[in-house]
């Protein structure tokens, strides 16, 4: 039965989300055979929708979630009354966050799978192993590595765990900011190395290399350089004719039969109007905030605290992005601005160490990050003027002379940490809006603090004339969407199985951040897209044999 599917044949799959996880679910699930509908909320934007208008991008979010229509609410601790505030960003678009990403793709390290055997168990927190090692998704790495196009060089990260091949295409060329902060690294004893990005240095499978324009984070690519899901497997997905992404269209609920298998999901059409397409099983893949919500959303008196929520874990253990940001001032031009994000990193205070007395860690990156109106607004350190013709001219030196470093940290998973339905207010289609309830863990704060002082060395070292941070105390929001629907052998204590089956659902999936059980050091993307390639293949298996 070739796409496009009638809501009323169930097609085989049923997917929510088109971003990393859900688009590399459709690709491999549609490639095996199988009849699949996407349902992705947002629009359908391709290269030719994606400009460098700053305005448009960056200050009206056009690729980001809008909380004018689906607006969120959070607190610190249950104890408050949560109000309106935007803390769970992401991609709302037919590709999802990797349209607009930074691109980053960095593999989890084998410790990340196994922290909890390796430190102990951490009061007040549900610390735990992953049901699954490193070794048992490197094949999945390798597999959307090639798939979607990543540069890296193989064996350069002297933490890295075993890989079967190594990345498809070379490193991007270095910038100003890696050179010098390898050069501060390799000062101080550090081993840099050159980061791994979704991003093609070199022609890949009809797709051009980029072309180092200098606008990645928040902006979409227009020569689909970017490796994102709409630039790939989306596209490989719509190829088989067995997939049919079907964009505008807002998941509300997921339905479920007497016997409690689910049947498909209602969503709201471009024009508001509610619609149903059947399936035969269904795989949410809305992200770590979203999943959590919709789950939520989908209760019944079969289910009546959620959908797949026997436990009372969904929504539990959220885990934020917690990055530490240090910018430095150096006496000869950068124009860091152009090209890719970051090109060098270190993972030398990835793994934690008792010996500072909390646990945690985090890569250490250097970046530039911003263009010129953000630059302008933010780029000038708050002890100088922010006004005026003085400020004028620090803006410029400031714009050529600069670059940062970003430190990406552990965010402990607490029970208290988590997301639900706002019991009052509602989005614009006239469903209960996201609550986000968050507050750090002791350990996390004092590694952000660790972290900040081992940033400013290396850009010391590095030969800044000035360095300043903002403290690490913004927490504003956050872009790595993780936890919420953690997966473990034991139904009591998790939501899904190790290969993302929900405990009391045979045929619901869920395959995103949200299965994470501890935060690796953020990054998620090469994780979650690794995650959908093995769970897809369980899939696929267990429908064959008439498991689904
Ligand atoms: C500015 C920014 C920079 C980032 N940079 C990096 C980086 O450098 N490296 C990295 O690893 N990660 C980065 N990320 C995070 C990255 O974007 C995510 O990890 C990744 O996109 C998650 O993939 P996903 O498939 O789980 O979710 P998403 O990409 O968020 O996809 C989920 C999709 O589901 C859709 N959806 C949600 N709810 C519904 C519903 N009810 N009905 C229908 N559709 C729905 C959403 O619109 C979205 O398109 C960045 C994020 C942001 C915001």
Not at 37 to 59: A, I, M, N, R, S
Not at 493 to 522: C, E, I, M, W
Request: proline share 6%; net charge positive.
């Amino acid at each position: 039965m070739p796409a496009p599917y009638r809501a009323t044949d169930p097609v085989d799959f049923l997917v929510v989300g088109s971003g990393a996880a859900g688009g590399s679910v459709a690709k491999e699930l549609s490639q095996a055979g199988f009849d699949v509908v996407v349902l992705e909320q947002g629009p359908y934007l391709t290269e030719k929708d994606f400009t460098h208008d700053e305005l448009k991008f960056v200050f009206q979010n056009y690729l980001i979630n809008d909380i004018r229509k689906q607006p969120q609410t959070y607190r610190t601790t249950a104890a408050e009354t949560a109000s309106r505030d935007l803390r769970m960003v992401y991609g709302r678009q037919v590709g999802g966050g990797t349209v607009h990403f930074n691109s980053n793709y960095w593999r989890f390290l084998e410790l990340d799978f196994r922290e909890r055997s390796l430190w102990g168990g951490i009061p007040g927190t549900g610390f735990s192993d992953w049901p699954i090692t490193y070794s048992d998704l490197e094949p999945y790495y390798t597999k959307a590595e090639y798939d979607i196009g990543v540069s890296g060089l193989a064996g350069a990260n002297p933490f890295e765990g075993p890989r079967s091949q190594p990345y498809p295409l070379p490193p991007m060329p270095v910038k100003s900011s890696g050179v010098l902060f390898e050069r501060g690294a390799r000062k101080l004893g550090l081993r840099p190395f050159p980061a791994p990005v979704a991003i093609l240095s070199r022609d890949y499978r009809g797709r051009t290399a980029c072309k180092h324009c200098g606008y990645c984070p928040r902006f979409g690519c227009e020569f689909a350089s970017k490796s994102s899901a709409l630039a790939t497997v989306i596209r490989m997905a719509e190829r088989t004719k067995r997939c049919e992404v079907r964009a505008d269209s807002y998941v509300s609920r997921i339905e479920t039969d007497s016997q409690g298998r689910v049947t498909g999901a209602a969503y709201f059409d471009a024009r508001r109007k509610e619609r149903f397409q059947k399936a035969k099983a269904v795989v949410v893949c809305a992200n770590g905030a979203e999943t959590p919500r919709l789950l939520l959303m989908s209760h019944s008196n079969r289910f009546p605290h959620g959908l797949a929520n026997s436990s009372g874990l969904v929504g539990k253990y959220l885990m934020y992005d917690l990055g530490t940001l240090v910018s430095g001032l150096f006496e000869h031009p950068l124009n860091d601005h152009k090209s890719i994000d970051v090109t060098r990193v270190v993972f030398d205070y990835y793994a934690a160490d008792r010996r500072r007395g909390f646990y945690g860690g985090g890569g250490i990156d250097c970046r530039f990050g911003s263009n010129p109106i953000t630059h302008a607004i933010l780029g000038v350190p708050p002890d100088l003027p922010q006004w005026g013709s003085e400020w004028k001219g620090l803006v410029g030196e400031y714009f050529t002379h600069t670059m940062s470093s970003l430190a990406h940290a552990t965010s402990l998973p607490m029970e208290s940490n988590r997301i639900d339905l706002d019991p009052v207010l509602k989005d614009a289609w006239g469903l209960p809006a996201m609550r986000v309830t968050y507050r750090r863990h002791p350990d996390d704060i004092a590694n952000m603090k660790f972290l900040l002082a081992r940033q400013r060395e290396i850009l010391e070292a590095a030969g800044a004339r000035k360095v300043w941070d903002l403290g690490p105390d913004d927490l504003s929001y956050s872009v790595h969407l993780m936890g919420t629907c953690r997966m473990g052998a034991d139904p009591a204590a998790s939501v899904v199985d190790k290969y993302h089956r929900a405990h009391d659902v045979p045929n619901l999936f869920v395959v995103d951040g949200s299965s994470f059980v501890t935060s690796g050091r953020q990054q998620p993307t090469a994780t979650i897209q690794a995650l959908a390639y093995r769970a897809a293949a369980h899939m696929i298996e267990s429908a064959k044999r008439g498991e689904v």
